[in-house]
């Protein structure tokens, strides 16, 4: 069985994880698209008697036509949350890289993980990804406690995962925010999507805490990358820890089933 190796970045936007995605990728060299149907949830959607609906008007309109049509509403009790079919993207690299979700066409990043916008999406498509790969990324701002807990209790023995934290201060990822939006031809960047990016700094903070704190599946590492080193220099510096890290898992593999024969 093949040793698999899962790079999960923690970071905001504009802290530079397509960048050190696409040096991990040889620059998206031979991208190449996959897609499949999976019911994901929704904790902001609704259900009731076996439809689905978005908003919670929607519901009350369900009930509305049911009492005109002189249904006994106890009967029909609606529920937040909901469970549907969602069309997840993921992509495969010529160096045999996988990232759990999409690049972009003729050449643009494109945003990696996030372009699957749902949790239950993106962890899906890490699955499909440790199908074909064994050096699967995540690289979107959605890190949550449900990502932590899919990889801490995944089913694939052999399977190490390389938590990497861009530790960006709020100045420099707006600063990034605005000189990446000017370049694009954009001069005005409305406080909404500053807040934005800051609020997912916070959470990406509140993530790692999390993250040192109750991740303890063997083997796995831990690397806070502060503001400062090139994408050049957090490349070069993950390279050997990737390569171990995979070395390690094949280590503890065969040291187990040394164990096993012993006992």
């Known amino acids: 069985m093949n040793n ?5 970045m923690v ?18 060299a031979g991208a190449e698209k996959h897609f499949g149907m999976h019911n994901c949830f929704y904790s902001n959607h609704f259900s009731c008697c076996g439809l689905n609906f978005k908003t ?32 997840v993207g993921w992509t495969t690299f010529a160096n045999g890289t996988a990232v759990c979700g999409l690049n972009g ?14 949790i239950d999406a993106i962890n899906y498509a890490i699955d499909k990804c440790l199908e ?29 995962v390389i938590w990497v934290y861009l530790n960006v201060s709020p100045e420099t990822v707006l600063k990034r925010l605005l000189a990446r939006r000017e370049k694009n031809g ?9 807040n934005g990016v800051l609020k997912f700094r916070r959470r990406a903070e509140k993530m790692w805490k999390f993250i040192k704190e109750n991740y303890a599946r063997e083997p796995y590492t831990l690397i806070d990358i502060p503001e400062g ?8 510096q993950l390279q050997p820890i990737i390569s171990n890290s995979r070395g390690r ?15």
Do not use: C
């Open 229 to 236: 080193p090139s994408p050049t220099e957090i490349y070069e």
């Open 105 to 118: 066409k003729d050449g643009h990043p494109g945003t990696g993980a996030d372009s699957n916008r749902n």
């Open 186 to 194: 954009e001069t005005e960047t409305s406080d909404k999507t500053k």
């Open 132 to 160: 074909v790969s064994d050096f699967v990324i995540f690289d979107g701002v959605m890190s949550s406690k449900r990502l932590v807990a899919h990889l801490a209790t995944h089913p694939y023995p052999n399977l190490t």
């Open 4 to 8: 698999k190796v899962v790079l999960a």
């Open 249 to 263: 898992t094949e280590e503890l593999s065969v040291h187990e089933m040394l164990q096993g024969s012993a006992d």
């Open 11 to 28: 970071a905001s936007g504009a802290a530079g994880k397509t960048t050190l995605r696409r040096m991990l990728t040889n620059q998206d």
């Open 56 to 87: 919670k008007d929607e519901v009350l309109d369900h009930l509305h036509v049911l009492a005109a049509e002189g249904a006994e509403l106890v009967n029909h009790r609606p529920q937040r949350g909901a469970y549907v079919p969602y069309k």
